[in-house]
Antibody, heavy 118, light 106 residues
Framework: QVQLVESGGGLVKPGGSLRLSCAAS????????MSWIRQAPGKGLEWVSY????????NYADSVKGRFTISRDNAKNSLYLQMNSLRAEDTAVYHC???????????WGQGTLVTVSS | SYELTQPLSVSVALGQTARITCGGD??????VHWYQQRPGQAPVLVIY???NRPSGIPERFSGSNSGNTATLTISRAQAGDEADYYC?????????FGGGTKLTVL
């Protein structure tokens, strides 16, 4: 069955960096666009970024543009999110998810918590 | 940027029908998806492309979309349906979520 397992979250100081990983299984990663979606404590869902199946196209929310970079390694069945210049407002649970376009997002990982605090 | 508006909360009596709306400019021209998120859990897709149910989602869940409003309808509401519900569309090459609606089953 489809599984998405995130890792790499933790506590980081403002201005610091963190790299999140998502291990995918149960499907062919290269066949799907993938997204990162976050949820701040007690808040709603916020889309962060997506990447096309071939990695030829990426897009970012304005709130993270220029600071975050999404990438994937289809051979390793993995998705990544490099987060630089982190701010307190980036504190959230980050979910890896399958899908990104008008077809919907059909599978979600449980998420990894990123806390940005001094 | 495109905005989706949902009521903060909706209440429904056990066994009755709940309707959660999602408003947006000419949303009827877009594909709308709905997600259920129970406390402490990851979101689950319950309706995709306005009216379609993924495998494993009960027939009690249905969706519609027309004009400026999309609606998620939950028939014969159960205690287990108590959760946050989010609508989502694809607009200008971006994923857009509504603010979410907390459904309370009384």
């Amino acid at each position: 069955q489809v599984q998405l397992v995130e890792s790499g979250g933790g506590l980081v100081k403002p201005g610091g960096s963190l790299r999140l990983s998502c291990a995918a299984s149960g499907f062919t990663l290269s066949d799907h666009c993938m997204s990162w979606i976050r949820q701040a404590p007690g808040k709603g869902l916020e889309w962060v970024s997506y990447i096309s199946g071939s990695s030829s196209y990426t897009n970012y929310a304005d709130s993270v543009k220029g600071r975050f970079t999404i990438s994937r390694d289809n051979a390793k069945n993995s998705l990544y999110l490099q987060m630089n210049s982190l701010r307190a407002e980036d504190t959230a649970v980050y979910h890896c998810a399958r899908g990104c376009d008008s077809t919907g997002i059909d599978y979600w990982g449980q998420g990894t918590l990123v806390t940005v605090s001094s | 940027s495109y905005e989706l508006t949902q009521p903060l909360s909706v209440s429904v009596a056990l066994g009755q029908t709940a309707r959660i709306t999602c408003g947006g400019d000419n949303i009827g021209s877009k594909n709308v998806h709905w997600y259920q998120q129970r406390p402490g859990q990851a979101p689950v897709l319950v309706i995709y492309r306005d009216t379609n149910r993924p495998s494993g989602i009960p027939e009690r869940f249905s969706g519609s979309n027309s004009g400026n409003t999309a609606t998620l309808t939950i028939s014969r509401a159960q205690a287990g349906d108590e959760a946050d519900y989010y609508c989502q569309v694809w607009d200008s090459s971006s994923v857009v979520f509504g603010g979410g609606t907390k459904l309370t089953v009384l």
